[in-house]
């Protein structure tokens, strides 16, 4: 419903100053949500970031961090890898992508 809610909200108010749509405050919100040890709505919104904002490296890179912190060291490769490929100077992905690969690592 949440996710319903912010498209409508997006389609009808998008660039007019009502309310912030930016990659950022997604972002943010989903930093909110892990925080409060909600996961799976943390990686729906980080999702839905990706869709709105697929060029950017930050919102690959948040994705994730979030499938990293649920323990899902796969799908946390596949998008810090992601990351990388749209910004290889990415030093927030590169070190994620480091810390998954020594937990993995006997």
Not at 20 to 43: I, M, P, Q, V, Y
Request: avoid cysteine.
């Amino acid at each position: 419903a949440a996710i319903a809610r912010y498209r409508e909200l997006r389609e009808r108010y998008y660039g007019k100053g009502g309310y912030n749509f930016r990659e950022e405050s997604l972002d943010a919100f989903g930093s909110e949500l892990l925080e409060l040890k909600d996961t799976e709505s943390a990686l729906t919104i980080w999702q839905l970031n990706t869709v709105q904002f697929p060029q950017s490296s930050k919102v690959w890179e948040s994705l994730a961090g979030g499938y990293a912190a649920a323990g899902n060291k796969t799908l946390a490769e596949i998008y810090y890898r992601k990351a990388l490929e749209l910004d290889p100077r990415n030093e927030d992905a590169l070190d994620g992508l480091r810390k998954i690969s020594e937990k993995t690592t006997p």
